[in-house]
């Protein structure tokens, strides 16, 4: 490859990189967290998710659903956490 050719490119690879970078700067991430808590309202067995998740919306979760090796009904809830990126 001449040395013309190599230079024309690493300039497109820098112009590239170089938009990428100014198109992130000032965007936001937004990461959800999921808080996972056992149900108090939720009695015996938990069998069937669907009724662990009414309970769970009764309580002020945003769902819910049976763990089956220990047949708890767990909720969850997403706890949203941001950050700018620079």
């Known amino acids: 490859m001449e040395p013309s050719r190599k230079?024309?490119?690493?300039?497109i690879v820098l112009v590239l990189l170089l938009v990428?970078?100014?198109?992130?700067?000032?965007?936001?991430?937004?990461?959800a967290r999921?808080?996972?808590k056992p149900s108090s309202h939720?009695?015996?067995?938990?069998?069937q998710?669907?009724?662990?998740?009414?309970?769970?919306?009764l309580e002020g979760y945003m769902g819910g659903k049976c763990k089956y090796?220990?047949?708890?009904?767990?909720c969850s809830m997403e706890c949203a956490t941001t950050s700018t990126v620079a």
């Open 7 to 11: 230079l024309s490119s690493s300039a």
């Open 49 to 57: 998710s669907q009724y662990c998740t009414n309970k769970c919306m």
């Open 34 to 36: 999921v808080r996972e």
């Open 69 to 74: 090796l220990t047949r708890r009904c767990i």
């Open 20 to 31: 990428v970078a100014t198109e992130m700067m000032g965007m936001v991430v937004v990461q």
């Open 42 to 47: 939720f009695k015996g067995l938990c069998l």
